[in-house]
């Protein structure tokens, strides 16, 4: 598998081995190097351009995001340069409220469920993570041009400004973008949705406080037009237009400031970027290939109405890097990769395509549809005052029980524990990993059957969240401050919870021999399936 002819070039130099190759720095490609880099293992990232983007592409991310950024420790850094949004207005043309979705100021993954950010803001805190890394390094201006790819490892061809190289890695993650060169080195196709609309993109940098709407989609046939906040110090306006054509008539500064006179001035804003972005809907057919992936914008694009894009990214990261992460470390053979597209590709797409129905409710451009759109929904609203909260689907078919367990394939709670020495959400207190949530009563089962011993040689944690704390030597014993995993075991009438690495339930059990089923069973898969027999004697 090769990408650009690389017989006529200038002497290559001596390759470079890594663990993993990271293509694109963005903030797909700086999460899964920092979650690798955490995990300790060796990571090259090559990115084209000669430093970060530095402008805003995407504005929003959610708590699941939130709990990955924090695991990378740079959540409370980020909370001052973010706005935590409540709400989402959809209008109509007459500004009549179409659709309201409310926010909770904490989630279920125990951050607030919306933040509005500047994404310069982002990229340079998660830089920072990967340049603290000894096993992180980040090589700028430096262009990917072919892959090579053997059943050991993949040697990838790379231009610098002076020379061209080869970089020996055991996999490559391809995190380069809607125009990835990875994906189109593998042969991977895209699927369209057909969904494919320009808009004109304007940020602004305020000079003063503005009363701007920080989250509405404006459904006017007349112009559909999207205001969202990107944070405290930055607000962005979109504008849909008939055609890229028009992009070039409509991007002079003083028509901009004539679309947004309603709300802003030059006197409370700099408009420092106006861009043009074509929203599409394209999911790739292949996200692995051997030992190449696919994440991100790479794997596939959706249009931005549900701020989804990134987060959607985000969670391809986690899962990549925690499948790598056994691969690398040789718990589990890599069959145990074939779960990633199978895990992630029907939520992108269920994602994708709840971005579109409402994409085509807010840009019907026909007067009529747009009447009959806005009584159906007012009607809708009529009957209903309590907003329907947007709810992404389970992950279904991959890395979980063999069991149909309630819970199953669900996006775990997170809570605040006490150990003793820290109060915090649970992952701040017990760290990352596997982590097997466990009713006091029934850790009993663990020990008696040296199960304890197996789970903490593959990084496995066993949580007991109860009344109060206490020491055990193989298990955090801890306060469940607000209750929130008591209420969560009992929602799910179940005695265990196994919570995998990127936040999602590989199982759940009810009763002490369930229980200790589920952690063999558990122990198994990390060991690619094969049979763990929880004798205390190592899997």
């Not at 041009?145 to 996999?171: F, H, M, P």
Request: a negative charge; proline letters at 5%; glycine letters at 10%.
């Amino acid at each position: 598998m090769t990408g650009t002819d690389v017989t006529a070039v200038d002497p290559i130099q001596k390759p470079t081995a890594v663990d993993v190759v990271v293509v694109g720095y963005g903030p797909v490609g700086m999460v899964a190097a920092a979650l690798l880099g955490q995990a300790g293992h060796r990571v090259l990232v090559l990115e084209r351009y000669p430093g970060l983007y530095n402008l805003p592409r995407a504005a929003s991310f959610d708590d699941e995001t939130m709990r990955t950024l924090a695991r990378l420790g740079v959540a409370e850094k980020l909370l001052p340069k973010v706005r935590v949004q409540p709400t989402y207005e959809w209008r109509n043309g007459n500004g009549d409220l179409l659709i309201e979705q409310t926010f909770a100021e904490n989630g279920r993954s125990g951050w607030a469920e919306w933040h509005m950010m500047y994404q310069p803001d982002l990229e340079e805190a998660l830089d920072s993570v990967c340049r603290s890394m000894p096993e992180v390094q980040v090589r700028h201006s430096h262009t990917v041009v072919g892959l090579e790819q053997t059943e050991d490892g993949v040697t990838v061809i790379v231009e610098g400004s002076e020379n061209r190289e080869k970089v020996a890695a055991r996999y490559v993650l391809g995190c380069d973008g809607g125009n990835s060169f990875v994906r189109t080195a593998i042969g991977a196709n895209l699927h369209d949705y057909g969904f494919s609309e320009p808009w004109m993109v304007c940020d602004f940098r305020f000079r003063r406080p503005a009363e701007v709407p920080c989250a509405l989609q404006l459904g006017d046939p007349l112009s559909p037009t999207s205001i969202i906040s990107l944070g405290p110090a930055h607000h962005r306006f979109s504008f849909m237009l008939d055609s890229v054509d028009d992009f070039e008539t409509e991007r002079d500064p003083q028509r901009v400031w004539k679309r947004v006179a309603s709300h802003l001035t030059p006197d409370d804003a700099d408009l420092i970027r106006v861009a043009t972005y074509t929203f599409r809907s394209l999911i790739a057919d292949e996200w692995r290939r051997g030992r190449v992936l696919l994440a991100g914008d790479a794997a596939h694009q959706m249009p931005p109405f549900l701020g989804q894009g990134m987060c959607s990214g985000f969670r391809d990261a986690q899962n990549l890097a925690f499948k790598l992460d056994l691969v690398l470390r040789g718990f589990a053979s890599d069959d145990i990769l074939d779960t990633y597209q199978s895990e992630r590709e029907p939520h992108v797409r269920a994602v994708t395509e709840k971005g579109i129905e409402l994409g085509h409710l807010q840009t019907l451009r026909d007067p009529e549809r747009a009447a009959e759109r806005d009584r159906t929904l007012l009607a809708r609203r009529a009957e209903s005052a309590v907003p329907e909260p947007t709810r992404f689907p389970d992950l279904v078919d991959g890395l979980f029980t063999r069991g149909t367990g309630a819970g199953r394939g669900q996006l775990s709670v997170q809570g605040v524990v006490d150990d003793g020495t820290r109060r915090d959400r649970l992952d701040q207190v017990v760290g990352g990993g596997f982590h097997l949530l466990v009713d006091e009563k029934h850790l009993a089962a663990l020990e008696n059957r040296r199960l304890l011993d197996d789970l903490a040689s593959v990084g496995v944690r066993v949580i007991v969240p109860g009344e109060r704390h206490a020491q055990h030597v193989q298990a955090a014993v801890v306060q469940d401050v607000d209750g929130i995993y008591r209420a969560w075991l009992a929602e799910l009438d179940c005695s265990a919870v196994v919570v995998r690495p990127d936040f999602y339930v590989y199982g759940t059990a009810s009763g002490s021999d369930a229980v200790a089923g589920l952690a063999t069973e558990l122990l198994g898969a990390i060991h690619g399936n094969m049979t763990a027999q929880g004798t205390g004697t190592g899997v």
